[in-house]
């Protein structure tokens, strides 16, 4: 158990879950939601039993560094929630310190598995006839699946308290809309002539590791782009909790008001205005002269080409 001090009403966790995928995925979307529902009762179910409703988002991410299939749940919860009584959401704000990360990792194993299995039987029901994967359909067979997966470690990172909260979930957000692999990122298209194609070079960079030049045949580089690809209309943030599509209305006057804030629009400041407060300075001023520049001329440099491209404003 770890405990984790609090100097906020809101403070916010981050949780990384991840786990081993099999064929099914592809084929199956619904196995995507099993992993928003699976992050989403570990927390419920722990902060439920300690009689509190918990405010939690959570990101969905499919790609590693290495733009392999790689996915996992960036998870934000509140430490605490509205109390439960009865389970009746009263307006009393409870504190909850104390996340026993052991166990919650042992719940999630256990429900995301579940989850899992859940999804691929209604698939078999509805598609009797599914190949490769109606091998699922013995009795047995999806269970001896499964089990090797409740038996061995699973990476989850479970952080302490964060300060910047506000930072967090803007860049959570901001991650979950990038692309898997950022263009500066492509270091060459070339054509090999003894391998007999158009091969991708790339670069990658783990975790406390140098970084990786990866080269592959132009359609094993979009194979890896195409796979991240979800579902039309797939909602990669969710919300849960108080942030419940069904609850938040009822209840966000009084999450409001224990946190003691109120509704407000954020105002979008112009380009220059957002310059001035990030520099420091006015980025439209000459810093010999003080005068006003005016543009005249627009640059973007190609990393294929090595050189600047100029445009006119129009």
Request: hydrophobic share 40%; with cysteine.
């Amino acid at each position: 158990m770890k405990r984790i001090s609090h100097h906020h009403l809101f403070i916010i966790y981050v949780l990384l879950y991840q786990i081993p995928y099999g064929c099914f995925w592809i084929k199956i979307d619904s196995c995507s939601t099993a992993f928003f529902v699976a992050a989403s009762k570990t927390i419920l179910s722990y902060s439920k039993e300690r009689h509190f409703l918990p405010a939690i988002i959570c990101a969905l991410h499919t790609f590693g560094r290495n733009l392999k299939f790689n996915p996992h749940i960036h998870l934000l919860s509140t430490t605490g929630g509205l109390y439960l009584k009865n389970n009746q959401v009263r307006k009393k704000w409870k504190h909850s310190a104390y996340l026993p990360f052991v166990m919650l990792h042992k719940r999630w194993r256990y429900l995301l598995i579940d989850e899992l299995k859940k999804s691929i039987r209604n698939y078999l029901k509805k598609n009797p006839n599914c190949g490769e994967l109606s091998v699922f359909s013995h009795p047995g067979v999806l269970d001896s699946f499964f089990s090797p997966l409740l038996k061995i470690n699973w990476y989850v990172h479970d952080s302490e308290e964060l300060d910047y909260k506000n930072f967090t979930v803007s860049y959570i957000g901001r991650y979950t809309k990038r692309p898997p692999l950022g263009e500066s990122r492509i270091l060459q298209v070339s054509k090999i002539v003894q391998a007999e194609g158009i091969w991708v070079t790339f670069s990658y960079q783990e975790r406390n590791q140098n970084p990786v030049r990866w080269s592959v045949p132009v359609e094993r580089f979009m194979e890896l782009l195409i796979q991240h690809i979800l579902p039309d209309n797939f909602r990669q943030i969710r919300y849960y909790g108080i942030l419940a599509n069904r609850v938040k209305t009822s209840l966000k006057e009084i999450f409001l008001k224990l946190l003691k804030r109120k509704r407000y629009s954020l105002e979008v400041l112009p380009w220059r205005e957002r310059q001035k407060l990030y520099r420091g300075s006015d980025p439209l001023l000459c810093p010999k002269c003080g005068k006003q520049m005016k543009l005249v001329e627009i640059a973007t440099f190609s990393q294929k080409a090595k050189s600047l491209t100029y445009f006119q404003p129009p």
